[in-house]
């Protein structure tokens, strides 16, 4: 199989209020392509980290992260962009909508800045394949705490990336709307042929995943399946 993300002997350490702190320590992990991975871990074990590192989000301090065969410690800042905006979609807990923009607009504008020549074609149909194709043109203020996360999974799946990442996707969210996000997230991941990698607290979400890895104090503890 190929190895989509792989992290060797990655370390983060970050300034603190009473100096350096150890975040990461020696992490080792490959996933392959198409994978549904979950990092589980109690708050401050690294799960985020963990996974703002393979999004290019944050730099290792040492050690090497290698996504669809790059080097992202070897990247600038506008190439890990690039990079990011090509092949990876990014989902996290609070939704990073522009409030000025619709839903429509927020979904095609990144696409659009890409150079998409169909971006708001594509736009319309991402929103339509989760439910909100009748609220297209309501702006974020006017839509629920589920409607805008929709919207947030409509934008990164829009590109058709080849890596979502999900950070507590439904940690702002009840208990049945969340559970519709993570019904939409596997279904739409898994028909695009998309490898997840999901941080969540929820053993049931873990369940539905292929791996489950879990973070201890920034060490990888298991890797229960």
Known sequence: ????????????????????????????LDVERGEKVCLLGPSGSGKSSLLMLLGGLERA???????????????????????????????????????????????????????????????????????????????PAQLSGGEQQRVALARALAPRPEILL????????????????IDLLFALGQSRGATLVMVTHAPELAARCDRAIRLIDGRIADRAA
């Open 1 to 28: 199989m190929e190895k989509v993300l792989s992290l060797r002997d990655v370390r983060l350490v970050l300034d603190g209020n009473a100096g350096p702190v150890d975040i990461l320590k020696g992490i080792d």
């Open 61 to 139: 301090t040492s050690g090497k992260v290698t996504a669809l065969g790059q080097d992202l410690g070897a990247m600038g800042e506008d190439a890990l962009a690039r990079f990011r905006r090509d092949h990876m979609g990014v989902v996290f807990q609070s939704f990073h909508l522009i409030p000025t923009m619709t839903a429509l607009e927020n979904v095609a504008t990144p696409m659009e800045l890409a150079g998409a020549p169909d971006a708001f074609a594509r736009a319309e149909a991402e929103l339509a394949a989760v439910g909100l194709a009748d609220r297209r043109h309501h702006y």
């Open 166 to 181: 999900a950070d507590e996707p439904t940690g702002n969210l009840d208990t049945v709307t969340g559970a519709a996000i």
